[in-house]
């Protein structure tokens, strides 16, 4: 079971909110209210998960170039001679 608490709109943000909610495929308004908190307090985990992810992901490919002949003369002009 689950708290209910009560939230007051100004008739232009309900509005708004409403139109949202339903061109975007929520069923009512407490619904998308309810996935914008669950967004707002996950969204550092999911951050950090989304980044780890992004790296794992993409290790493989980065290791298969990073160090090939082809790699380093694309990058060449950029390094300085000290």
């Known amino acids: 079971?689950?708290?209910?608490?009560?939230l007051k709109l100004s008739d232009g943000i309900y509005?708004?909110?409403?139109?949202?909610?339903?061109?975007?495929?929520?069923?009512?308004l407490q619904n998308?209210?309810?996935?914008?908190?669950?967004e707002r307090l996950f969204e550092r985990e999911t951050e950090?998960?989304?980044g780890f992810?992004?790296?794992?992901a993409s290790e493989e490919s980065l290791a298969r170039y990073w160090?090939?002949?082809?790699?380093?003369k694309a990058w060449a002009h950029l390094q300085k001679e000290i």
Do not use: C, N, W
């Not at 509005?15 to 069923?27: L, N, V």
């Not at 998308?32 to 669950?38: S, T, V």
């Not at 160090?67 to 380093?72: A, I, M, N, V």
């Open 1 to 6: 079971m689950g708290t209910q608490i009560s």
């Open 15 to 28: 509005t708004s909110a409403k139109i949202y909610a339903e061109t975007h495929g929520f069923d009512t």
């Open 32 to 38: 998308f209210i309810r996935e914008l908190i669950r």
């Open 48 to 50: 950090v998960f989304g």
């Open 53 to 56: 992810s992004t790296y794992i």
């Open 67 to 72: 160090l090939s002949p082809e790699e380093d």
